[in-house]
């Protein structure tokens, strides 16, 4: 038997972490096996999905790389398919037209909770026949959900689940203008689609006995069931936008590498004894959906900082450029304008956790700037540090050659004539050419920012402390 997953995602926001991490284990528990994954997007709430959120789903799956065989399918096209299922369940006589009003079924619902009751539906149309049936009044069709007996399934990540039926009331399958519920339209998606195990989140977990119900009126097969856990944020409440991002889109506009994010996606419930780092491919090889973890797991930025980093310094170049390029891009960086980003890049990668932090560390190498970090111009460019700053810009205007050994030979000669450490010809020096107080070794980051960069800075920055000083 092939196995078919698929995400499901309702269209009607971002692609967040939790629903990412479903894609995840229903895309590697497919590849897994060698069998299909299915993108399904589930837009029948016609007032809250939106074309942008389709969109953003694309736009978060592509970006992940999770890949999917058929699809995206949406539900709005199927809508044909839905009412022929509906109608073969009216003849068969395994759904109903109820005509009970909004006024009634809210009466009734403040009715059972003050007698501490669980809401439902009574069942009052169940059994109309007809001259009482008068299809031209407003009408929802209601599946009819066996009143005896209990649902039992085995669900991969929970264990054995058995609801009484007696628990489960009489749920609309179809709304007043015909169009399809959810809890209906999944059934028939899935049984449709040939689906063999369903990958969720627990939110869905009281949903699933009604539709193993509806699977067993329909005489079909009745796909395996994994719900998992929620995540939670650093302070164990479920995670939100309060905690920071939670939209895919939002962790490549931060800077993360989507190999560092479906990495931690995979181990936010999920474990392959003490590994913490795995490729793709090793995801797929090893990914085991018994192994799912039953309790919550809590999302812990540094580790994923403390990935992404790792994927940074050792990733391939050819790899990081797709999506340094558009950090580049946002901070207007050509990367034509300054040195070969090959030879520069490794030594960056060890002192930043993200992207978007590369890209800032990596501008004034290629882009030109008006003024300097207040806090490390107020530490280092001193009335003090004037002197050394003319010096050391004569030395380095008269250099032949401009490599890393005439620079730093221009830099010791400066503090030797001045007798000064090479600290106070050094850090001016640094703040002058980068605009910051942190960079490589100074050596190398006059070299990559170039003789007349560095020239013009270093004047540039001799003008700025005697400005304060006319200041006062």
């Known amino acids: 038997m092939t196995v078919i997953t698929r995400f499901a995602p309702s269209p009607t926001g971002d692609l967040h972490i939790g629903g990412a991490r479903t894609a995840l284990y229903s895309w590697l528990h497919a590849r897994s096996k060698g069998g299909k994954f299915v993108l399904r997007i589930e837009d029948t709430d016609l007032e809250r999905s939106t074309p942008e959120a389709v969109q953003a789903i694309m736009d978060g799956m592509n970006w992940l790389e999770l890949d ?24 068969e006589q395994k759904a109903y037209p109820c005509f009970c009003s909004r006024e009634r079924l809210d009466t ?41 007996g209990a649902v039992s399934f085995n669900d991969v990540v929970k264990g ?16 007043t203008d015909g169009s399809p519920t959810y809890n209906f339209t999944v059934v028939v998606d899935d049984m449709d689609m040939g689906i063999t195990q369903v990958i969720r989140g627990d939110d869905h977990i009281n949903n699933t006995p009604r539709q193993i119900n509806i699977f067993m009126a329909l005489a079909a097969k009745v796909p395996d069931y994994g719900h998992v856990p929620m995540i939670l944020g650093d302070d164990g409440k479920k995670l939100s936008k309060r905690h920071g991002a939670v939209s895919v889109i939002q962790y490549r ?4 590498l989507p190999q560092a994010v479906l990495n931690y996606l995979v181990r936010l419930g999920w474990s392959h ?22 309790a919550p797991s809590a999302f812990n930025t540094e580790k994923l900082n403390w990935l992404n980093q790792h994927y940074i310094k050792v ?9 340094l390029n558009w950090h580049l891009d946002k901070q207007a960086i050509n990367l034509a304008d300054g040195p070969d980003i090959a ?18 560390v990596l501008k004034p190498y290629y882009c030109d700037f008006d003024s300097f970090d207040p806090k490390a111009a107020k530490k280092h460019l001193r009335p003090a540090a004037k002197e050394a700053l003319i010096l050391v810009r004569q030395k380095l205007s008269a250099l032949e050659v401009w490599n890393s050994d005439a620079i730093q030979s221009a830099i010791n000669q400066t503090a030797e004539e001045l007798s000064i450490g090479m600290g106070k010809v050094g850090m001016p020096l ?27 800075r270093i004047s540039m920055a001799i003008e700025f402390i005697q400005a304060r000083e006319q200041a006062g």
Not at 253 to 256: L, N, S, T, V
């Open 68 to 91: 999917w065989d058929d699809g995206p399918i949406f539900q709005t096209d199927r809508f044909g398919r839905y009412k022929e299922v509906i109608n073969q369940l009216l003849a």
């Open 108 to 148: 009734l619902r403040e009715q059972q909770m003050a007698n501490k009751q669980k809401p439902r539906y009574d069942g009052r149309c169940r059994n109309l026949t007809g001259s009482q049936i008068d299809l031209e009044q407003d009408h929802v069709i209601r599946f009819k959900n066996p009143q005896q």
């Open 160 to 175: 054995k689940i058995t609801i009484a039926n007696k628990e489960l009331d009489d749920l609309i399958i179809a709304r």
């Open 253 to 256: 506009d931060d800077g993360y």
């Open 273 to 294: 004894g003490d590994q913490e780092i795995f490729s793709r491919d090793e995801m797929i090889a090893l990914f085991d959906v018994n192994h799912i973890n039953k």
């Open 315 to 323: 990733s391939p170049i050819d790899e990081i450029m797709p999506h």
């Open 343 to 360: 030879e520069i890049l490794p030594e960056f990668a060890e002192r930043v956790q993200t992207l978007s932090d590369l890209a800032m």
């Open 430 to 456: 640094r703040v002058a050419v980068t605009g910051a107080g942190m960079s490589p070794a100074i050596d190398l980051t006059l070299k990559w920012v170039g003789v007349t960069r560095c020239l013009a």
